[in-house]
């Protein structure tokens, strides 16, 4: 199984930009799904994760009701639609797949077996 994330850059804050996750091996539907991102000098930050087969998402709430995953069957490919972005939003953002993960685990880093190689995010101020 391979993730491929793409879709990050740079953008002034307030602005908008969706993150893509592909994924080739393995399809989506039967898997829970997670975004992390990382900033430098900083600890690994669970973003939003989802149990596909429950439609259950749990979002952080610092990004909850500024972030929404959402997924494209056709196209295998998960999506970070990310708006009214913060400076403090900076960071490298990777998608992560896992199966059989409840819901209480869905920010653990440990709960996913496979991972993108990340995209950069910088929004400035």
């Known amino acids: 199984v391979q993730l491929q994330a793409s879709g990050g850059g740079l953008v002034q804050a307030g602005g908008s930009l969706r993150l893509s996750c592909v994924a080739s091996?393995?399809?989506?539907?039967?898997?829970?799904t997670a975004w992390f991102r990382q900033a430098p000098g900083k600890e690994r930050e669970f973003v939003v994760g989802?149990?596909?087969?429950?439609?259950?998402?749990r979002y952080a709430d610092s990004v909850r009701g500024r972030f929404t995953i959402s997924r494209n069957n056709a196209r295998n490919t998960v999506y970070l639609q990310m708006n009214s972005l913060k400076p403090e939003d900076s960071a490298m953002y990777s998608c992560a797949m896992g199966s059989r993960i409840i819901f209480s685990q869905l920010g653990l880093p440990s709960s996913y077996d496979y991972w993108g190689q990340g995209t950069q995010v910088t929004v400035s101020s």
């Open positions: 091996g393995r399809t989506f539907s039967d898997s829970a």
């Open positions: 989802i149990r596909w087969s429950a439609g259950s998402a």
